[in-house]
């Protein structure tokens, strides 16, 4: 076999099932967002961006992020600190705080759902202390505040790990040597963090905010679970487009404006924490 053709025949399963599962559906989404009848149109979109619910949707999704994003990435640095500088159960550590991967975004709302509603664990403890009279409703239209903060926090416990992962990986490369070398000058723990750390973790940063920004933007059943039709977002204005009002052309248009603010919130990160070319560790 020829040496120069293994590398593209290796890839050719990955290629392949790219293609069927991801270009293709892909292409016909983005077909349905440009026709209406027969020929091309830009109408979806102009009817997706005039519906009452697109700028109310659109500034949940966006708020919803930057909310939870940083409070995550702060979260996952702090963790992932702590997690390298153990020497004993390290591993035991990180498999812990690892357990809400393994949990679904729908099993994650309704373990919020069971703690926050009116016979929920919440309302149990502060009438068991004798906080409260009688159970309260936590996640009603009255407090959109307290509807907000219980999906905020059940995203948060729910994904934080996917950049706890790649930060642990990303700091586990840096070489002892740096911190050594800037313990010797002097440098104390918070300096080699800033000095140190963070400059050498850019790649896995990078990684990690993208893959997490994009999934802030495709939130969906955590907050179905939780908040129901009282916090609108993208995700879930798509859903009622394609099951609730039978109009698929306005679904894929709203995918199309949900991929567009993805690729342009990455397109930001990548230049912000981009990597200087040659730049190794």
Not at 207 to 226: G, M, N, W
Not at 231 to 238: C, K
């Amino acid at each position: 076999m020829n040496a120069r053709l293994l590398p593209y025949l290796l890839i050719l399963p990955v290629t392949l099932f790219l293609c069927v599962f991801f270009l293709y559906p892909f292409l016909l989404v983005s077909k349905q967002a440009f026709t209406q009848g027969a020929g091309f149109t830009l109408e979806n979109f102009r009817d997706v961006a005039s519906h009452w619910k697109f700028p109310i949707s659109l500034k949940n999704t966006l708020l919803l992020a930057a909310v939870v994003v940083p409070v995550q990435l702060a979260l996952a640095l702090l963790m992932a600190t702590m997690v390298n500088r153990m020497e004993k159960g390290r591993d035991l550590v990180l498999y812990v705080w690892t357990i809400p991967l393994g949990i679904s975004d729908l099993a994650a709302g309704i373990i919020w759902l069971a703690i926050f509603e009116q016979s929920g664990f919440l309302n149990s403890m502060m009438t068991g202390l004798g906080l409260a009279e009688q159970p309260m409703n936590f996640l009603s239209y009255q407090s959109p505040l307290m509807v907000f903060t219980a999906i905020a926090l059940a995203e948060i416990w729910r994904a934080t790990a996917i950049m706890l992962v790649i930060l642990v990986a990303g700091i586990g490369l840096i070489p002892k040597e740096y911190y050594e070398a800037a313990e010797v000058f002097g440098a104390s723990p918070w300096q080699r963090f800033l000095r140190v750390t963070l400059p050498l973790l850019r790649p896995s940063l990078q990684t990690a905010l993208i893959l997490r920004v994009v999934l802030a933007f495709e939130v969906f059943a955590v907050v179905a679970a939780l908040g129901g039709t009282l916090f609108p977002v993208l995700m879930g204005e798509i859903y009622s487009y394609q099951f609730d009002l039978q109009n698929s052309n306005g679904a894929a248009a709203l995918a199309l404006v949900v991929l567009g603010i993805s690729i342009a919130f990455t397109l930001v990160i990548l230049r912000v924490l981009r990597v200087p070319k040659g730049a190794t560790i």
